[in-house]
């Protein structure tokens, strides 16, 4: 935590009541009313802070910080390269961004900036630096926001302009070294479009080349080293005269940007939020998303995260936009810190009067300052969460499962022509990420690149592309008594995006041989028989044989491929690997994890059958869970070691309620809620969308 708070408040824009000092003043009361002990400065304040080129007025900004200090609030900075100043457009429009098909945008909007400009580069460093000089040792100013919601801008975030094209170049000449290593990589001779001068190369466009999937694919990841660059240019800038830690706020499953390459810019990780709470009766599919995100997150660095944005009520910007039922507030504030968020911060903290976000939610609405539902529960929220800091300073959840997700595999899966043109890889992600929920089986989400040490079960759903050393990581963990968990369409190209020849990289370790790959329609829907129950195949239905020595848990019912192994499971070396030949539903994955849960030994916080919608998460020490035994003595099925006693702050575990009616768990034990000092036995009842923070009452094992 930093400063061993927890932090609560959010984004903050007083620039918008600068002529209304009765508005500043009800603010600061109502802030501490609230509960806020932090709020987040100039992310959108660039025409303010510099409003004519090369003259700053920052005295309006110190103020507020000095005043919010005097009250004990924190600031985190931000840098305003978000939105850029109408003057900054006028002067120097190579400062804006070019679509894809060659179109330079017009002022206005947010995140239009071109990060290849050297103009943008060398003005917003310019004021980035003198922020620096004057905030960066205030004693109240914690943390650096650099920019807001990087890439969120049009289809694919990117700007296209000439010096893009020729740092794209760049960056492919350095990749490559020669056109000759290009052209196989991208496998040119196909169509003919086979580059002899590096000047022919072209971003991907609608009106141009976007069928050549090695050019799509490096041309994402040069977007992603491109607006790395920009962040470290910012970076530096801020570091000029601070050392105060740096961060940006994410956006979860967001196709743009490979965050799993732009969070090695910054010092911790921090993400923006907003579930699509009350779509129906069923919260369980946005819980399910909403923990998937903050569990991305916490996985990006194995340590606590801040939840920057969510919103206290409703947002603007969808079809309808639903107000927070009471309680959902607290429960999704909740949800947050369960996974590892060490933050409940809010966009925003007032509505403005007029423009685009007049009607997003905040905490302080148009009418009635405190009298409204909204900031009552929000100060609930902030009187809840001091509460937890004793409990929760140094702890992080530490999950012994992982699935895998790609940016890279993502971009190439979606952008390949055959057998569907419909996949969905972050919804496949999160089907089987929900089995997990669903069970209280946390898992982490890491990436092709990360470690599998210290896990005892890892899923990787279309994990179409391996790139370097991916599948000899995959077989070492197998054999040294790790259980993998793969599906069709897995291992089907290299990090070119070319289809691997001879056999499948991981056969040995699938104990299988591929031989083709139906897209079925409904008309010729297949099923197949896991337990002693039906479920369908459909969509994706791999074919393939079994090695010897692999053992068929089911076979397809129907078709030419009838008999064939829609379940395979093969002993590698000390572990076991598992292969879904088919995409099936949530039925068949909560069967087919339930068993792979009990053979890894893999059990939730309160080692009970949990009801639907009921979901459980734990935050542990490092110590403690080092003691655990991860990827060390307790190994496939063995115990996890002592947990903490109460009172020891070692360890809580959250339970959560998103059903719209009362549950009750049975078979637990003894906890106490720190929250409301309740002491429960054998028996938790939840009232509806709600959470229980517990801690245990004696010392139990797992």
């Known amino acids: 935590m930093l400063g061993k708070r927890l932090l609560h408040g959010g984004d903050y824009n007083p620039e918008q009541w600068l002529e209304y000092p009765e508005v500043l003043e009800e603010d600061l009361r109502l802030m501490k009313e609230a509960g806020v002990n932090c709020v987040t400065l100039g992310v959108f304040s660039w025409a303010m802070l510099e409003p004519r080129e090369g003259e700053y007025d920052f005295d309006w900004l110190e103020e507020c910080i000095d005043r919010l200090g005097k009250e004990g609030i924190q600031v985190i900075l931000a840098t305003p390269s978000g939105a850029m100043p109408h003057w900054l457009t006028q002067k120097y429009p190579e400062v804006m961004q070019v679509q894809a098909d060659g179109r330079r945008n017009l002022p206005g909007k947010r995140h239009n900036f071109c990060y290849t400009s050297p103009v943008m580069r060398r003005k917003i460093s310019s004021l980035d630096e003198r922020l620096s000089q004057r905030f960066g040792s205030k004693e109240n100013v914690i943390l650096w926001h650099i920019s807001n919601e990087l890439g969120g801008n049009f289809s694919d975030g990117a700007c296209h302009c000439p010096l893009c094209q020729e740092a794209f170049r760049i960056w492919l000449k350095e990749k490559y070294g020669t056109l000759e290593r290009l052209n196989h990589a991208w496998w040119g001779r196909f169509w003919s479009h086979v580059y002899t001068d590096w000047n022919q190369i072209h971003s991907p466009a609608p009106n141009g080349e976007w069928t050549m999937t090695g050019l799509t694919l490096d041309w994402k990841r040069f977007v992603t080293w491109q607006m790395s660059s920009f962040c470290r240019e910012e970076i530096e800038a801020v570091r000029s005269a601070s050392s105060l830690p740096v961060t940006t706020n994410l956006m979860g499953f967001f196709k743009n940007l490979d965050y799993s390459r ?59 936009n639903p107000l927070k039922r009471p309680g959902m507030h607290m429960l999704s504030s909740l949800q947050a810190v369960a996974h590892g968020a060490d933050s409940v911060l809010y966009f925003q903290w007032r509505k403005g009067r007029g423009a685009y976000e007049k009607f997003h939610g905040a905490v302080i609405d148009h009418l009635n300052g405190r009298e409204t539902r909204t900031f009552r529960e929000v100060a609930e929220v902030g009187a809840a969460l001091p509460r937890l800091e004793p409990y929760l300073e140094g702890t992080v959840n530490r999950p012994k499962a992982a699935i895998v997700f790609d940016w890279e595999n993502w971009w190439a899966l979606e952008d390949t022509t055959g057998p569907r043109l419909d996949l969905d890889y972050p919804a496949c992600i999160v089907d089987h990420f929900r089995a997990f929920w669903e069970a209280g089986i946390e898992a982490d989400i890491i990436g092709m690149e990360d470690s599998l040490a210290g896990y005892q079960l890892v899923s990787a759903p279309l994990n179409y592309m391996y790139r370097g050393d991916y599948g000899d990581r995959v077989r070492q963990f197998v ?67 079994p090695k010897p020595g692999a053992r068929v848990l089911a076979a397809y019912e129907k078709d030419f491929y009838a008999g064939s192994p829609a379940v395979l499971e093969n002993k590698r070396g000390k572990g076991m690997a598992y292969f879904l030949a088919a995409i099936s539903n949530l039925d068949f994955l909560r069967a087919f994890y339930r068993d792979v849960f009990r053979q890894a030994g893999l059990t939730n916080a309160l080692g009970i059958d949990l009801p639907y919608g009921v979901t459980v998460t734990e935050r542990l020490l490092q110590e403690e869970n080092d003691n655990a035994g991860m990827g060390g003595d307790a190994g496939m099925g063995g115990k996890a070691g002592m947990r903490g006693k109460a009172g020891e702050g070692q360890s809580l575990v959250f339970v959560m309620n998103f059903r719209h009616d009362p549950a009750e768990l049975s078979g637990i034990g003894q906890w106490r809620d720190v929250l409301s000092g309740q002491v429960f036995q054998d028996v938790l009842p939840m009232d509806k969308l709600s959470c229980r923070v517990l801690e245990r009452v004696t010392a139990q094992y797992c």
Not at 266 to 290: G, Q
Request: hydrophobic letters at 35%; aromatic letters at 12%; proline letters at 6%.
């Open 479 to 545: 054999e040294e008594g790790g259980i993998y968990v793969t599906t069709c369409f897995s291992g089907c190209v290299d990090e070119s995006d070319l289809c691997f020849t001879g056999h499948h990289p991981l056969e040995d370790v699938l104990g299988l041989v591929p031989e083709e790959i139906d897209a079925p329609s409904e008309d010729f829907a297949n099923s197949f028989i896991y337990g002693e129950k039906e479920y369908p195949a459909q969509r994706l239905c791999a074919v393939v044989h």
């Open 262 to 320: 732009l969070k090695n810019q910054f010092d911790l990780i921090s993400w923006d939020c907003y579930p699509y709470w009350h779509r129906s009766r069923d919260e369980v599919p946005e819980a399910v998303w909403a923990a998937a995100g903050h569990s991305m997150m916490r996985s990006m660095k194995k340590a606590p995260f801040l939840l920057m944005e969510s919103v206290p009520s409703a947002v603007n910007w969808r079809e309808y």
